[in-house]
């Protein structure tokens, strides 16, 4: 960007490239680009000198803007932080490439042979707002589909993430990788983000990861598809057919192990029939774990003074936290309508031994992951073994749940005749 | 909808009670879908009479308004086209049910099974300006799907819309259709359109079909996905390989067969060392079939007088009438050249002998469906054997190319554990 570009001009240039890039993005083989792949990490550690240099200036301005130890520690990269990507890349280029994979094929009875066969997306537009190393997360797993891609990080780690796309993109270069297969937005303008939603001739999906604020700037000005990663409220309901003691290990794991993402625990729902004797086990082990309990009027009276009341505000939030609300219900019927009217479509979980009601909860309940008898904290790439993954969709079209290579691409008809002509 | 309300009272009256009726209608099993469908077919055969006396009246307001004799023709009902929907809706019946079906599943090594399972998207919203059979069309396919469906047709045809959603509605209650189940907006206001553009809360997937405009308001308004199907700029690209009969065959039938749909041919490009064998061939049999030439100048200097000189305009024109844009290029890189600049991603088709030289043309032209030795024309949900088709995306995502029953679903994950929690 020359200091004479407006921020739009910028955007359009970069959006013009990335689709010219795009189409020979789309031509490469698998091997070209697990090839460019394994160059590109090997630039990146080539270039930690100057990567490190970079992340310097990023962290001296964090802290003279006074940002917090934990922000700061995000953004801070080391020489074994830089390794960890490194590999990360080189593990990208291991897995199976989806593109080309024919996911039907079939012949008309006029001889047609129509085949729906996986393709990239085209230029996809990642805008993100955390640690730098999502810059070559996402860079990578778009390449390796055979994406341009146009990253717009948050300005807070943008001589990271300008050193890290430039390392990425010559050494995939050097192997062959079309040039701006890789481009950063060089201005963090808020005023790009809007640029980029509205381009929708250039830009063939975008991918917002960041705060609600963020999302919702791309939701209403985008032209073209938007995969949302929003927050996770997530709920266990425990229904009066359950192994109690498999349920408290499941409502303990899901609340406890890891509460500040977004497949974590944040409503409890318990039939009324087994509420006094679950909770009254479950709540203290809870509270030994600093989990701070908030219930409803029933839950309340079976916890007694280790329970606070929730407001009506609670059973819509995302703590991120060790806190948890606690609702009784008096059926599945009921689980289900506080799930459908307060749940964010995430992750939900029934713990019971009867089939049929879990199988009217996995049903019934419509989010991108319904669990029976397991933890809500499974919902991830890697736990689904999907060996990457660009974030956790909570889009009902295109990509649902765990995002991982498969919902980078999209599909055409390739269709093969001997001259048909249609009567 | 009441005097007193306003459109977006309404609009947003209509959102709620759709959502609610999604939740039950999406654990409809096939069966009782389809004893709905059945159902739905018989009232409005029985409400023949209802509705052709709505449909006077719009055709009394039509020729008020000095509408066209072939617009008028297009909104007219008669007992026989009554009969024909009905028995539309009976072969829908008959379709299979793509809900319930298992995309994939597979299990991880710590037990989990994960399904990838098919489910119904919830809230479709169709906004359309043809004939009123679309009502009937569109309800009938995400009423197959397990979808609530919000309809809003054109003002013209809107005493035959609602007489026409009515039967449908009531039919399919008295079979067990969940009220609500289809709905119809009474108020052909265009800030409807943009009301339900902005109600992502309750509309979960909108298909504007009708002129740019139209599309316009939609895609600049929506906060959900929106899956456009915009105009068709379709090309044949005859080949140096070509088998020169077949090339013309195929030129033939794509320009002439049906020239007013948006999978007709538009543009021609021919490879020149065959451009003067082939066009002195098929230029004057396309001339025989009342066809109007515009070429460019090389083109021009084969055909002489029976063509005028294109305009840039043209190439990017969907003329949807006997008319065809012809350009000499020098190899397959400059005709998918012309192809990415100029067309619409439609249907875009390669005649040639060589196999390399197709695979290559499949392969770099980005388009919903790529043809190697056949007509353009096939694009279509019953040519591609799909049963029924509620249009033809022109979007690379959620659906491409001819959509039907498929493409009115998306997936959930369920999945089943003994307890496992994560470590």
């Known amino acids: 960007m020359t200091a004479v570009q407006s921020i739009e001009a910028h955007i359009h240039d970069l959006g013009l490239r990335a689709k010219t890039a795009s189409r020979a993005l789309a031509r490469l083989s698998s091997d070209q680009k697990n090839a ?6 090997d630039e990146l550690e080539a270039d930690a000198d100057s990567i490190l240099a970079a992340n310097a200036t990023d962290v001296a301005d964090a802290e003279e803007h006074g940002l917090t130890t934990a922000m700061i520690d995000r953004l801070k990269l080391t020489p074994d932080r830089i390794r960890k990507i ?10 199976p490439d989806p593109v080309g994979e024919a996911i039907r094929d079939w012949t008309r009875p006029n001889g047609l042979a129509i085949r729906k066969v996986r393709v990239p997306i085209g230029v996809i537009g990642i805008i993100y707002e955390s640690r730098p190393n999502v810059t070559s997360d996402a860079a990578v797993l778009c390449i390796k589909t055979g994406n341009a891609v146009i990253l717009r990080g948050g300005s807070e780690s943008i001589h990271s993430n300008l050193a890290i796309a430039a390392a990425l993109q010559s050494g995939g270069e050097k192997a062959g990788l079309p040039a701006d297969s890789i481009l950063l937005v060089a201005d963090t303008d808020r005023a790009g983000v809007i640029h980029m939603a509205e381009m929708d001739r250039f830009i063939d999906m975008i991918v917002p990861r960041g705060g609600h604020a963020l999302i919702e700037v791309v939701v209403k000005h985008a032209r073209m598809p938007v995969i949302k990663h929003y927050h996770g409220v997530c709920h266990v309901y425990v229904d009066s057919a359950a192994d109690l003691d498999m349920a408290m290990s499941i409502t303990i794991n899901a609340k406890c192990q890891r509460p500040g993402v977004c497949n974590s625990l944040e409503t409890l729902l318990v039939h009324r029939a087994i509420a006094t004797e679950f909770l009254e086990k479950c709540g203290p082990a809870l509270i030994e774990k600093g989990v701070e309990l908030r219930g409803d009027t029933a839950a309340c009276e079976i916890l007694g003074e280790i329970a606070t009341h929730a407001t009506e505000e609670d059973w819509s939030t995302e703590y991120l936290d060790l806190i948890l609300s606690v609702s009784i219900v008096d059926n599945l019927e009921q689980a289900v309508d506080h799930i459908e009217t307060y749940g964010s479509h995430h992750s939900d979980a029934i713990v019971t031994e009867d089939e049929e009601t879990a199988e009217a909860f996995l049903s019934a309940v419509d989010s991108a992951t319904v669990y029976w008898n397991a933890s809500t904290r499974f919902t991830d790439g890697a736990e689904f073994g ?3 993954e660009i974030g956790i969709s909570t889009d009902k079209l ?7 290579l498969e919902e980078l691409t999209t599909y055409k008809y390739t269709i093969r005749g001997n001259g048909q002509i249609r009567g």
Chains 1, 2 share one sequence.
């Open 386 to 388: 999907f060996g990457a």
């Open 398 to 404: 295109h990509a649902r749940g765990p995002m991982a």
């Open 36 to 41: 460019a792949l394994m160059a590109m990490a």
């Open 86 to 95: 490194a590999k990360d890349i080189r593990d990208v280029a291991g897995l």
